[in-house]
T-cell receptor, first 112, second 113 residues
Framework: RKEVEQDPGPFNVPEGATVAFNCTYS??????FFWYRQDCRKEPKLLMS???SGNEDGRFTAQLNRASQYISLLIRDSKLSDSATYLC?????????????FGQGTILTVHP | DTAVSQTPKYLVTQMGNDKSIKCEQN?????MYWYKQDSKKFLKIMFS???????INETVPNRFSPKSPDKAHLNLHINSLELGDSAVYFC????????????FGPGTRLTVL
């Protein structure tokens, strides 16, 4: 089983749609969780951290379920500029602090 | 501009050569990383340094040798390049290692012929 697993997509949605991405992780000792965004031929950039209580940043909502080892990202009212690859990222705990493990990414294309 | 910078941006070389990639951050961070993103787009950590001390070394062939002359620089030297080394290499930095955001450089696209 991969350490961090995502549905690779691609997801093709019209502007204004709501889209949800899911992610599971295998290491129950994982300490922190993130969604990163990577545009084509660019570096990954932090989209948002994910907290146990769930958190929202504008049109983006992230959820974490530690019992199920499951992370989600919801994007409401999609914009053309949301087109990118979304990376689910987990920071292992213990002596591996700082070791980010990336999922393979979910490709999102928002069309007019 | 404050950022993580890498040089060169593109590197095309022959098998068997030795090459280096340089990384510098002026964010004042104490931890730096090297990642490899292969053709399938998987991004995997290779090394991390905290205050010039090696913290993470992920089963990377010893042809790869990171060097951190100071906490603002982390260079990657690769000996005897192989076809499978072709990938995009990203440098990153963070303040501390626990929950803090990692900032990535623009990447170095290495092609080994």
């Amino acid at each position: 089983r991969k350490e961090v697993e995502q549905d690779p997509g691609p997801f093709n949605v019209p502007e204004g749609a709501t889209v949800a991405f899911n992610c599971t992780y295998s290491n129950s000792a994982s300490q922190s969780f993130f969604w990163y965004r990577q545009d084509c031929r660019k570096e990954p950039k932090l989209l948002m951290s994910v907290y146990s209580s769930g958190n929202e940043d504008g049109r983006f909502t992230a959820q974490l379920n530690r019992a199920s080892q499951y992370i989600s990202l919801l994007i409401r009212d999609s914009k053309l500029s949301d087109s990118a690859t979304y990376l689910c990222v987990v920071n292992a705990g213990g002596t591996s602090y700082g070791k980010l493990t990336f999922g393979q990414g979910t490709i999102l294309t928002v069309h007019p | 501009d404050t950022a993580v910078s890498q040089t060169p941006k593109y590197l095309v070389t022959q098998m068997g050569n030795d090459k280096s990639i340089k990384c510098e951050q002026n964010l004042g961070h104490d931890t730096m990383y090297w990642y490899k993103q292969d053709s399938k787009k998987f991004l995997k950590i290779m090394f991390s340094y905290n205050n010039k001390e090696l913290i993470i070394n992920e089963t990377v062939p010893n042809r790869f040798s990171p060097k951190s002359p100071d906490k603002a620089h982390l260079n990657l030297h690769i000996n005897s390049l192989e076809l499978g080394d072709s990938a995009v290499y990203f440098c990153a930095s963070s303040q501390g290692q626990r929950h803090n955001e990692q900032f990535f450089g623009p990447g170095t696209r290495l092609t080994v012929l």
